[in-house]
């Protein structure tokens, strides 16, 4: 299998080692930061592999990514919900990244559309593109009854204070802290460090 992971010479020459201090630099920013330099950036991850080769650190940087570019701090989490097909990926990664209170939100917005976390994040575990048509499903073939239910629960506290929590500073920085962090546990799956240099 071909290692996807950013060369160890590009990160040398992007400043992202040690340990990654231009992404700590604009840490206000971490999730684009980490998602240009390791994603996007990366020469190794060009055609033809796709995502199914990338590892995991890379696949939740990629799905984090996506919140940052379609939830920025004007925009509210539930934003992310208007393409069921992605919401199992988001909740694995929430997971995996252990975002806290951003991946609780999104959990509980789950629940508000009446889906049920644990079953998504297993499903994506075992067969990403099935979970996502799950999703999908669930979310196109609902009654009436649970479109009222929905709209109601969606208007509910709890869901409010997840949005006032990521329209706050705190909020925002708080997220991009949490994915910074992982990178940096998870550095292996991300930058070749062990290689030698030439």
């Known amino acids: 299998m071909a290692d996807l992971r950013l060369p160890l010479d590009n990160a040398r020459a992007a400043g992202l080692l040690p340990d990654l ?10 999730a684009f930061g980490l998602y240009e330099e390791l994603i996007e950036k990366n020469p190794a991850l060009a055609a033809p592999h796709g995502a199914q080769d990338w590892t995991p650190a890379q696949k939740a940087i990629d799905a984090v990514f996506d919140i940052h570019n379609e939830c920025p701090p004007w925009e509210w989490l539930s934003k992310m919900f208007d393409t069921p097909k992605r919401i199992p990926r988001l909740l694995w990664a929430a997971r995996e990244i252990e975002l ?10 789950a629940r508000g559309f009446l889906l049920d976390p644990d ?17 999908d499903h669930q979310m ?21 204070r997840c949005a006032t929590w990521w329209l706050s500073n705190e909020g925002q920085l708080v997220f991009n802290r949490r994915v910074f962090d992982f990178a940096l546990r998870r550095l292996d799956q991300l930058i070749a460090v062990e290689a030698q240099p030439v």
């Open 21 to 30: 201090p231009s992404i700590r630099a604009e840490i206000g920013a971490a």
């Open 100 to 109: 806290g209170r951003t991946g609780e939100c999104l959990e509980a917005i």
């Open 119 to 135: 079953a998504l994040v297993s499903a994506y575990v075992s067969d990403p593109e099935e979970a996502a048509r799950l999703a």
């Open 140 to 160: 196109s073939t609902r009654g009436w009854r649970d479109r009222w239910r929905i709209r109601r629960d969606l208007r509910s506290l709890d869901v409010r």
